[in-house]
C-alpha cells in the first residue's frame, strides 16, 4: 500500500512529462498559472451549499487548498440549494444525452474567494426536497441516472465541452463519481484519474438492467470490472478503472484490506495496494475551528483559559436546560446510526449520569436511536440534553463547552469531530479504528479503546472520569489537544504528489502505447 510522503518531490511541484526514475515521478519548478495543471474534482455534496457528512466539509476545503497551485474546479449537481446560492447560473456547454442518461446543461460560477464550480443544471434529476440522496422515503429510485450524469459530465470535461478549459486529471469522490473513470476507458480515453472513498460502505449498487439505461457496456459486467455479486456497482467500477485510489486515513486504508472491513471489495483493494494504487490520506479540518475566534461562542477562549471554557459550558447547560453542575459535561455529536456506536452511548450514559455527569446531545439519524435519547432525557431531565437535527453552530458552542466527546464508531474512515473536539478543549474518546485511531492518542489526547462492546467503551469511560478528578492531568491533555494541528496543507501535498504520479504515469503509458 502506498503511504504517500510529502517530502517526495517538494511541495504542490508540477512533475515532468514522464521522466521517471525507478517509476518515482522527477518533481520540477511550479509553472506559470498559464500552465499549471488543471484538475476537476468531483462530487455530490459540498458545505457551501448541501453537506450529509465529512464529504461536504472535504469538498469544500481541499480544492480550496489546492487552488494556488493548480487550476481546479469543482463539478456539483444543480441541487436546489446551489441554485439558491446562484440564481443566475451562466449555461456554457449542452450535455447530449447518452443511453438512457439525459441531457443537461453545464454552468460555470465563481465563489466570492474565487473558487470556479461547474454546475449540472437539470431540475428533473437534483431540484427535489430532502437530501441529495433521498427524502423520508427513502433512497431516490432513479440515482443511478442522477450520478451516472454527474460521472459522465465529468468524463466530458477532459474532452473539451467547455471550450475554454479541459481536465488533465479528475479527482473523484464516491460512488456519485465513480464511474467516470470507467466512462473514460470504455471509450478509450486515457486521462488520469484519481477515486477518494470517504466510506467503503456505500458503493452505488444497482441491478443488471441498469447496465443498458447507463451505457454499461456488456463486456464491463464482470469480476474485472463492473459486476459485485451479480449487481451493478459504482464504486467498484472506479476501484477497477481509476489510475489511483484514496481513503481518507492511513488505518483505513490497511483496515478496509481485510475481510472483516473491505465490505466485499478487500480482494480488489489488495491488488491495488499491491501496485502502490491505493493511498491513505488523512483529511484536515479548517482554521475556522478555533476557539480563540469562533463568534458562535458564549465566550471565546484560548489554551490555559479554562474559565472561558467553563463559561461555554454552562451555556451550553443552558441551552439544554440542565442542571448547574460542576461535574463532567459529554457531548455527542453525530449522525445517530449504528456505525456510530450510538447503542454503546446509551449504555455508557447511564453509568455518566450516576457518576454525576451530565449528556448533551444533537444529531439525527436511525428512529429507533432518535426514540431512546429522547427517553433518556425524559428520564434525566436535569442530566441530559437532546436536539434531534443538527445546526452547526450550536455543535461549536457543544465542542467549546464539553469535556469529553463520545465517539465509539464501530468503523469511521476518517472522522473530524474528533478533530474538532481537540481543537476546543474536549477530550474524544474513541474506538482505535480508521481515522480516529490516526488522530487521537490514547492518554494524552483522549482516550481510546479496543473492541466495540459496552465493558471496553465503559473502561475508557471510566479512565475519563478519573482524569476530569485530576485537574493537573486534565488541564495536561486539554494542552495538548487544542495544540494539535489538522489543517489541510499536510494533506493537499501529499494529493499533489498522488496527482503528479497518476499524471506521469498516464503520459508514460501513452508514449509506451504511440
Same mark, same amino acid.
Given at each position: 500500500?502506498?503511504?504517500?510522503? !510529502?517530502?517526495?518531490?517538494?511541495?504542490?511541484?508540477?512533475?515532468?512529462?514522464?521522466?521517471?526514475?525507478?517509476?518515482?515521478?522527477?518533481?520540477?519548478?511550479?509553472?506559470?498559472?498559464?500552465?499549471?495543471?488543471? &484538475?476537476?474534482?468531483?462530487?455530490?455534496?459540498?458545505?457551501?451549499?448541501?453537506?450529509?457528512?465529512?464529504?461536504?466539509?472535504?469538498?469544500?476545503?481541499?480544492?480550496?487548498?489546492?487552488?494556488?497551485?493548480?487550476?481546479?474546479?469543482?463539478?456539483?449537481?444543480?441541487?436546489?440549494?446551489?441554485?439558491?446560492?446562484?440564481?443566475? &447560473?451562466?449555461?456554457?456547454?449542452?450535455?447530449?444525452?447518452?443511453?438512457?442518461?439525459?441531457?443537461?446543461?453545464?454552468?460555470?460560477?465563481?465563489?466570492?474567494?474565487?473558487?470556479?464550480?461547474?454546475?449540472?443544471?437539470?431540475?428533473?434529476?437534483?431540484?427535489? $426536497?430532502?437530501?441529495?440522496?433521498?427524502?423520508?422515503? #427513502?433512497?431516490?429510485? $432513479? %440515482?443511478?441516472?442522477? @450520478?451516472?450524469?454527474?460521472?459522465? !459530465?465529468?468524463?466530458?470535461?477532459?474532452?473539451?465541452?467547455?471550450?475554454?478549459?479541459?481536465?488533465? /486529471?479528475?479527482?473523484? %469522490?464516491?460512488?456519485?463519481?465513480?464511474?467516470?473513470?470507467?466512462?473514460?476507458?470504455?471509450? #478509450?480515453?486515457?486521462?488520469?484519474?484519481?477515486?477518494?472513498?470517504?466510506?467503503?460502505?456505500?458503493?452505488?449498487?444497482?441491478?443488471? $438492467?441498469?447496465?443498458?439505461?447507463?451505457?454499461?457496456?456488456?463486456?464491463?459486467?464482470?469480476? $474485472?470490472?463492473?459486476?459485485?455479486?451479480?449487481?451493478?456497482?459504482?464504486? =467498484? !467500477?472506479?476501484? @477497477?478503472?481509476?489510475?489511483?485510489?484514496?481513503?481518507?486515513?492511513?488505518?483505513?486504508?490497511?483496515?478496509?484490506?481485510?475481510?472483516?472491513?473491505?465490505?466485499?471489495?478487500?480482494?480488489?483493494?489488495?491488488?491495488?495496494?499491491?501496485?502502490?494504487?491505493?493511498?491513505?490520506? *488523512?483529511?484536515?479540518?479548517?482554521?475556522?475551528?478555533?476557539?480563540?475566534?469562533?463568534?458562535?461562542?458564549?465566550?471565546?477562549?484560548?489554551?490555559?483559559?479554562?474559565?472561558? =471554557?467553563?463559561? +461555554?459550558?454552562?451555556?451550553?447547560?443552558?441551552?439544554?436546560? /440542565?442542571?448547574?453542575?460542576?461535574?463532567?459535561?459529554?457531548? &455527542?455529536?453525530?449522525?445517530?446510526?449504528?456505525?456510530?456506536?450510538?447503542? *454503546?452511548?446509551?449504555?455508557?450514559?447511564?453509568?455518566?449520569?450516576?457518576?454525576?455527569?451530565?449528556?448533551?446531545?444533537?444529531?439525527?439519524?436511525?428512529?429507533?436511536?432518535?426514540?431512546?435519547?429522547?427517553?433518556?432525557?425524559?428520564?434525566?431531565?436535569?442530566?441530559?440534553?437532546?436536539?434531534?437535527?443538527?445546526?452547526?453552530?450550536?455543535?461549536?458552542?457543544?465542542?467549546?463547552?464539553?469535556?469529553?466527546?463520545?465517539?465509539?464508531?464501530?468503523?469511521?474512515?476518517?472522522?473530524?469531530?474528533?478533530?474538532?473536539?481537540?481543537?476546543?478543549?474536549?477530550?474524544?474518546?474513541?474506538?482505535?479504528?480508521?481515522?480516529?485511531?490516526?488522530?487521537?492518542?490514547?492518554?494524552?489526547?483522549?482516550?481510546?479503546?479496543?473492541?466495540?462492546?459496552?465493558?471496553?467503551?465503559?473502561?475508557?469511560?471510566?479512565?475519563?472520569?478519573?482524569?476530569?478528578?485530576?485537574?493537573?492531568?486534565? +488541564?495536561?491533555?486539554?494542552?495538548?489537544?487544542?495544540?494539535?494541528?489538522?489543517?489541510?496543507?499536510?494533506?493537499?501535498? %501529499?494529493?499533489?504528489? /498522488?496527482? #503528479?504520479?497518476?499524471?506521469? %504515469?498516464?503520459?508514460?503509458?501513452?508514449?509506451?502505447?504511440?
Amino acid at each position: 500500500m502506498l503511504m504517500l510522503d !510529502a517530502r517526495r518531490g517538494g511541495s504542490f511541484a508540477d512533475w515532468s512529462s514522464g521522466e521517471e526514475d525507478g517509476g518515482v515521478p522527477v518533481s520540477v519548478p511550479a509553472r506559470p498559472a498559464s500552465l499549471r495543471r488543471r &484538475i476537476l474534482y468531483a462530487t455530490p455534496e459540498m458545505a457551501d451549499f448541501v453537506k450529509t457528512g465529512g464529504l461536504g466539509e472535504v469538498s469544500a476545503a481541499l480544492p480550496r487548498a489546492l487552488v494556488p497551485h493548480y487550476d481546479i474546479r469543482v463539478l456539483i449537481p444543480g441541487y436546489r440549494q446551489v441554485r439558491a446560492a446562484f440564481p443566475e &447560473i451562466p449555461v456554457i456547454a449542452r450535455l447530449e444525452g447518452f443511453a438512457g442518461v439525459p441531457a443537461c446543461d453545464l454552468g460555470l460560477v465563481e465563489t466570492v474567494d474565487g473558487l470556479r464550480i461547474y454546475v449540472l443544471l437539470s431540475p428533473d434529476l437534483y431540484e427535489r $426536497d430532502g437530501t441529495p440522496y433521498g427524502d423520508q422515503q #427513502g433512497d431516490f429510485g $432513479d %440515482n443511478d441516472l442522477r @450520478f451516472a450524469r454527474l460521472s459522465l !459530465a465529468a468524463a466530458e470535461l477532459t474532452a473539451g465541452i467547455d471550450p475554454d478549459w479541459a481536465a488533465d /486529471l479528475l479527482h473523484l %469522490n464516491d460512488w456519485q463519481a465513480a464511474l467516470a473513470p470507467a466512462y473514460l476507458a470504455w471509450r #478509450g480515453r486515457r486521462v488520469p484519474s484519481v477515486l477518494t472513498i470517504h466510506n467503503l460502505a456505500y458503493q452505488g449498487l444497482f441491478p443488471r $438492467d441498469a447496465l443498458p439505461r447507463l451505457g454499461v457496456p456488456e463486456s464491463a459486467f464482470q469480476v $474485472d470490472g463492473a459486476e459485485f455479486y451479480g449487481q451493478l456497482s459504482f464504486l =467498484k !467500477a472506479g476501484i @477497477f478503472y481509476a489510475s489511483q485510489v484514496t481513503t481518507v486515513s492511513e488505518t483505513y486504508a490497511r483496515e478496509i484490506q481485510t475481510a472483516e472491513m473491505g465490505c466485499g471489495l478487500d480482494g480488489l483493494l489488495r491488488t491495488r495496494a499491491g501496485q502502490g494504487r491505493l493511498a491513505g490520506i *488523512l483529511n484536515g479540518i479548517d482554521e475556522t475551528w478555533d476557539p480563540s475566534t469562533d463568534p458562535h461562542l458564549a465566550t471565546r477562549f484560548e489554551i490555559d483559559d479554562w474559565k472561558g =471554557k467553563r463559561a +461555554n459550558a454552562e451555556a451550553v447547560r443552558q441551552q439544554f436546560g /440542565l442542571a448547574v453542575s460542576r461535574g463532567p459535561l459529554f457531548a &455527542i455529536v453525530s449522525r445517530l446510526v449504528h456505525q456510530k456506536g450510538i447503542d *454503546l452511548s446509551l449504555q455508557a450514559a447511564e453509568a455518566i449520569v450516576a457518576e454525576g455527569g451530565q449528556l448533551v446531545v444533537i444529531g439525527q439519524g436511525e428512529g429507533r436511536f432518535e426514540q431512546a435519547l429522547r427517553g433518556l432525557a425524559k428520564r434525566h431531565p436535569e442530566a441530559v440534553g437532546v436536539h434531534v437535527g443538527f445546526e452547526e453552530a450550536q455543535a461549536r458552542r457543544m465542542f467549546a463547552g464539553s469535556d469529553f466527546l463520545l465517539m465509539p464508531s464501530r468503523f469511521e474512515p476518517c472522522g473530524l469531530a474528533q478533530m474538532y473536539a481537540q481543537r476546543f478543549g474536549s477530550l474524544p474518546i474513541v474506538r482505535r479504528t480508521g481515522g480516529l485511531a490516526d488522530t487521537v492518542e490514547d492518554g494524552v489526547t483522549g482516550f481510546t479503546f479496543g473492541e466495540a462492546s459496552a465493558a471496553s467503551f465503559g473502561g475508557a469511560v471510566r479512565r475519563a472520569l478519573e482524569a476530569f478528578g485530576q485537574k493537573k492531568r486534565l +488541564n495536561a491533555m486539554r494542552r495538548r489537544a487544542m495544540s494539535a494541528r489538522f489543517g489541510w496543507d499536510q494533506a493537499a501535498d %501529499n494529493y499533489a504528489g /498522488l496527482y #503528479g504520479r497518476a499524471i506521469g %504515469n498516464s503520459i508514460a503509458l501513452r508514449w509506451r502505447a504511440a
